[in-house]
């Protein structure tokens, strides 16, 4: 006989294998992302000038102590330019991952729960969207509505959540039969209960292992589409702005490209960092999803 | 036989994604706010070759007549006319096609045979230097952006170092080989021409290693992980406790588990490197189907990148399906009844 | 093991041959490579870099586009032409004298050919190809024919050939006959081998596929290739009565500025065609590599949409190009590439008006706002993306003009558009502050001042919702013969515009190149293109 408590309080507690800060990793990895955000979230007030301030007599100055990382084209401090540009790196991460997961998993949920028709129809949505190779849609879609930030995020929200789907009603699928499942069901709980107090729970895993890498590969997007054009605008001190800013003078004055480009490193490793942490601390055997 | 089924519902289901593929292109081509014309014939243009144009790329019909055009065209293999070249959107994409199936080629090489290797050496070495160095490259290879990349790689070894050429498929003074696959390295070896293989060769080292990292980086990750898992496993320590050489259980039992997974991932990675192949090309003056799709894009040239789209998504559905084909003969389960 | 290995590289294969069979050749005429330029190699091959990217035909009576314009100047000779940098006389080409006379309702323009021309495939230039280049480009009536049918007034029955070497053209008065001229020195008028495309001629097409990427021309050079998104072969015409040291000419199409610099500084290519200021100041003092700038005839300029409140104020719009820090913009910015410029006419032709008045008061353009009773103006600024003329990033400009105008109070709000979103706005009226860049068809001053004035004409004046009677006198003094008078007129009207119209002129861009110190000869003309045939490296 199955002890309802029991199960239902294991089905909550995610399953982890070692406590997650152990790894020295995964606190080199915490402790980025913590500098990233607060560089993001205190912008104003960590940024020695204003991001935008033209000054064209100090242009295209080398680092110094009046300027850590020198100054860019129109003489605007490139320190405080790539700190707000923390601000809209987070933003985009942020909100793309949340959007495209919610909808994503919204829509894993309904394909795992009511299968049939409905979750092949849905399913063979997901291949269409995971068809597409992601910047080549995203650039039709920045192209169609025009180019911004918003634009540019919505084409990658749009290229994103299709994993979201997959991966959620795979764990849907695998879960649906077991235990808790039918211990629950003994126990009279409605069908969103299950779905919102056990599977839910379980699936979560391998979605947040997945948000943490799309958060560093949508900035990624995001400046990739910003290079050519699509995304931020000049004078946004986003930091693919920033890198095509200073491509055609890279062979004089490389820190114009050369900082923004290590911010991007920094930012996307570390939550590259995070979910390998994530993957490493749960059952491997969660993480991969088919 | 049960391949056979196998492989119609496949291709069935490949076609139903280009469907769907094809509207949403469509539609996201179709309903934007500006008219791609007036940006094709130029700021000089008088209304009266506006309108002759609309009418000739039927911009005037209703949308649903037009995808109609468009898809009956389809079947016919024309994909209509680029508005910003003027040219069959067909004869576009034979052109630049080639050039990025060389150099995706080239990247997948470079994936698979410094990554697994890469994988394979990390996980025997867990936890010491090799380890460490091989997961702190594949992060930075996973983290950071091949735009980027490419402007340093070029700066460095081309501009300052001079050791490689920095754009372009093959040397200025060179030749192209005659055209039977469209990739240079290819066509010089049949046409026994050791001067362009050599030139062409030389400039796909850059933009390869370049596009290359990324998947490098995942197919490393990937290799170790699934090694790993393998190696803990019970049938290893069988095979260990059974007295066989420590190579050989690696090489033999481990890689071969190992490398399913990996497997599994090639058809994902060859679609991941169209995407990155768009900024690539664009850095390293490659004349392929990033570039046009670029320029498509920038112009609302509709048709081309309807057409780009078209192609570069037929690829991670077909190139899904060269894997599954794959994995059918590789993991034995399958192969039973 | 090696099972897993086969099996990877069999996928490998199939993924190939799925290759192959997609990258198979096709009847296409672009997908076989061209011969390599080694008439001669790399010591007489002149190698330019150059965004390419607009290319679309060299048939000269199709192309309208700047880099075809530039090829195509050296493949095909015009009746006349201009020498050097004056751009206000055409001189003698294929015609040794032209006889204009006044026949009622028309002028007769007889021109008399030069006789021994022989175009690149050996055929004699005569009337009749003169005839043909001529009727052909008005029946295929493509982006340029408007020069012929609508400036000049011609129909197809308006060129004939009254013997082998006398062409006669009637144009209606309407119609000026300095400006017919200069029109026929500008690659429209590319004389083209009639003989020659009546043989490739397909479903009356005027032999315009044939020409696409090949040429029937007379000129130092003739087409040998265009591989598409590549590059574009001229190599030397045995044939021409102009013999060029060069022996070819490959433009490279290669986009991006800092890869055209390095090649440049590495000796790969002889001229790099589209550097940006910054890489021009960094070529300075580098062994092996020169620099020059030419005037160009493009203006870059801020247009204010005068049917758009508050900006239907002429106050409002006097405030706002007197706010602009136009020396900045050009020393700092341009870095000295270009010119302060704020009239309709640029440098280089007749009309130009040097008169300058705006540089940044603020307390003046305040003053203005407050006159006009407007003090809390918010805009939206259409600018494009990528590198405007002169070499300066388009957002740089934009956020530097934000600033200037910030300075007296009015806020503008950026939005960085693709072209093609961009012109169909300003096309369709809609835009507030639209900045762009325009270079006349033609060299003459009309050729700015009608868009830039008459309403009716659809162009830059209906764009900005401007409908002024300054129309009718842009439009006299077209007319006029006498230079002196036509001048004077032109001051008039371009002193009108400067403090009415709805334009913020900013600058006439330099055009800028890179070089190898060993290329001499290489003189850039502000139309849009260089005589290669005097060229040597």
Partial sequence: MVNAAAVSARGLRLVARAPILANPLNVVAF??????????????????????????????????????????????????????????????????????????????????????????????????????????????????????????????????????????????????????????????????????????????????????????????????????????????????????????????????????????????????????????????RLSRAD | MRFLGFLTRRIVGIAAVMVGVSIITFAISHVIPADPVAAALGDHATDQQIEAFRAEYHLDRPLPEQYLTYVTGLARGDLGRSIRTRRPVSDDLFDSFPATIELSLAALLVAIVVGIPAGVWSAISRGRLPDHLVRLLSLIGGSIPVFWLG??????????LGWLPGGARIDTFVTPPPTRTGLYIVDSLIAGDLEAFRSSLLHLVLPALTLGYFSTAVIARMTRSSMLEVLGQDYMRTARAKGLQERLIILRHGLRNALIPTVTILGLTFGSLLSGAVLTETIFSWPGLGRYATAAAIALDFPAVLGVTLLAAIVYPIGNLVVDIAYFWLDPRTQRG | MFKQLRHISMALAVAALVAAACGAPTPSASSSPGASPSAGGAASTLVIDRDTSDLISLDPAVLYEFSAVFATHNVYETLVKFEGTDLTTPKPGLATSWDIKDAGSNWDITFKLKSGVKFASG???????????????????KSPAFLFTDIAGLKAESIKATDPT??????????????????????????????????????????????????????????????KNTEVLLKANPNSATKPSLSAVLFKHVPEPTNQQFALEKGDIDIANDLGSEQIAALQGKAGVTTTSADSLLLVYVGMNAMFKPLDNVKVREALRTAVDYDGIVK?????????????????????NESTPFQADVAKAKSLLQEAGQTNISLEFLVPTGSAPGGVAWSDLAAKLKSDWAAIGVTVNIKQTATAELLATYRAQKGQLVMINWGPDYPDPGANVNPFTDYKAKSISFRNGWDDPIATKAHEAELISDPAKRVAAYKEITDYVLHNGPYVVLYQPAELFGLRSNVKGFNWSSIGWAELASVTK
Avoid at chain 1, 232 to 243: D, F, K, L, R
Avoid at chain 2, 151 to 160: A, D, P, T, W
Avoid at chain 3, 123 to 141: C, E, F, G, H, M
Wanted: with cysteine; proline share 5%.
């Fill in chain 2, 151 to 160: 402007l340093i790689v070029i700066g460095l070894f081309y501009y300052q």
């Fill in chain 1, 31 to 284: 402790v980025l992302i913590a500098v990233f955000a607060l560089c993001a979230l205190f912008a104003p007030l960590l940024a020695p000038y204003d991001p935008l301030f033209q000054d064209l007599g100090i242009r295209l100055t080398p680092p110094s102590p009046e300027h850590w990382l020198g100054t860019d084209s129109l003489g605007r401090d490139i320190l405080s330019r790539i700190l707000y540009g923390a601000r809209i790196s987070l933003l985009v991460g942020v909100v793309v991952v949340v959007s495209a997961g919610l909808v994503g998993t919204a829509i894993g949920l309904v394909a795992g729960y009511v299968g049939g028709f409905v979750d092949e129809a849905l399913m063979r949505l997901t291949e269409v969207f995971l068809a597409f190779p992601a910047l080549i849609l995203a650039m039709a879609i920045a192209g169609a509505l025009g180019p911004s930030l918003t634009n540019a995020i919505i084409a990658i929200a749009a290229v994103t959540w299709a994993v979201y789907a997959r991966l959620t009603r795979g764990q849907i699928l695998s879960l649906r039969r077991r235990e808790f499942v039918e211990a629950a069901r003994a126990m009279g709980a409605t069908q969103m209960r299950i779905v919102v107090r056990h599977l839910l729970p379980n699936a979560l895993a391998p979605l947040m292992i997945q948000a943490s890498f799309d958060l560093g590969s949508s900035i990624i997007a995001a400046a990739g589409l910003s290079f050519i054009g699509f995304g931020a605008q000049p004078p946004t001190p986003e930091w693919g702005v920033m890198i095509s800013e200073g491509r055609n003078y890279i062979s004089t004055q490389p820190w114009l490209s050369l900082f923004p480009g290590l911010a991007i490193l920094l930012a996307v490793g570390s939550f590259n960092l995070l979910g390998d942490g994530l993957r490493d601390a749960f059952d491997p």
């Fill in chain 3, 332 to 352: 700092n910015l341009l870095k000295g590439n270009g010119k302060k410029v704020q009239g309709i006419v640029p440098k280089g032709l007749a009309g130009y």
């Fill in chain 3, 166 to 227: 006398t062409v006669v053209v009637t144009m209606p008065k309407t119609s000026s006959t300095q400006t017919f001229l200069i029109i026929l020195t500008f690659t429209i008028g590319g004389v083209v081998d009639s003989k020659e495309l009546k043989t490739k001629e397909t479903a009356g097409d005027f032999g315009s596929a044939y020409l696409l990427d090949h040429s029937a021309g007379s000129g130092p050079f003739s087409v040998d290739h265009w591989t």
């Fill in chain 3, 123 to 141: 055929n004699p230039l005569t009337a009749d190809d003169v005839v043909y280049s001529v009727q052909r480009a008005i029946k295929l009536n």
